[in-house]
């Protein structure tokens, strides 16, 4: 499963990018907010990755921002909801709108997204409302602020079955007493907060 992609920006298009990393050429479907932060070609950048497989495709959606990322799985759970169509209502609204659209059951809003009619935003205010967190600055401060042996460490915490939102709680604290920390030493603190 690729989870995060770091290499050479190949080529990109609104909704698409290449990226070189060891030889191999990745191509990713992206948003439109993510293309717009792309640098020129040539230039490394880093991307999160959503794996999507199915029996005759392997495919790759690449974000710059893990909210985004986040929110764009969400929405993929929800039914009638694709990964291209998931990728369409990225590219319709920023991603802190869209949370409070949903959460504040603003349909008008939601409905204004092309490909999105009546029924496809209330089944998104339904099954979403209650899984998307409050957009705070506060949480989007600390997510931003992150190393990236912390953003491991809370990838990793998630893969074993950890909620995100205890996960960051448990890293803050631990990584409180002193940033610096490798990998193995966060992760092994996180692991013992976590089974106290």
């Known amino acids: 499963m690729i989870a995060h992609l770091r290499g050479k920006l190949l080529a990109k298009h ?10 191999v050429g990745y191509e990713a479907t992206i948003s439109i907010p993510t ?3 792309l640098p020129e070609c040539g230039v490394e950048i880093a991307l999160h990755i959503h794996t999507h497989v199915r029996e005759d495709l392997i495919a790759l959606y690449g974000f710059i921002h893990p909210a985004e990322k986040r ?8 039914s009638g909801i694709g990964p291209k169509l998931a990728i369409t ?4 609204m920023p991603t802190e709108e869209m949370t409070r659209a949903i959460r504040g059951n603003d349909l008008g809003r939601l409905t204004k997204i092309p490909g999105i009619g009546k029924k496809t935003a209330e089944r998104m205010v339904l099954e979403l409302r209650d899984k998307l967190p409050e957009p705070a600055a506060a949480s989007v401060a600390a997510i931003a602020t ?12 998630v893969n074993l079955g950890y909620q995100r939102t205890v996960a ?14 490798s990998f193995d030493a966060i992760f092994r603190d996180a692991l013992a907060t976590l089974s106290k």
């Open 14 to 23: 609104p909704n698409q990018v290449v990226i070189e990393t060891a030889g």
């Open 35 to 37: 293309f717009s932060e």
């Open 71 to 78: 929110l764009f799985e969400k929405l993929i759970t929800v």
């Open 89 to 92: 209502i990225l590219s319709g």
């Open 146 to 157: 992150m190393s990236s042996a912390e953003e491991d460490v809370l990838s990793a915490l």
């Open 168 to 181: 960051e709680k448990v890293l803050s604290n631990v990584t409180r007493s002193g940033s610096g920390k």
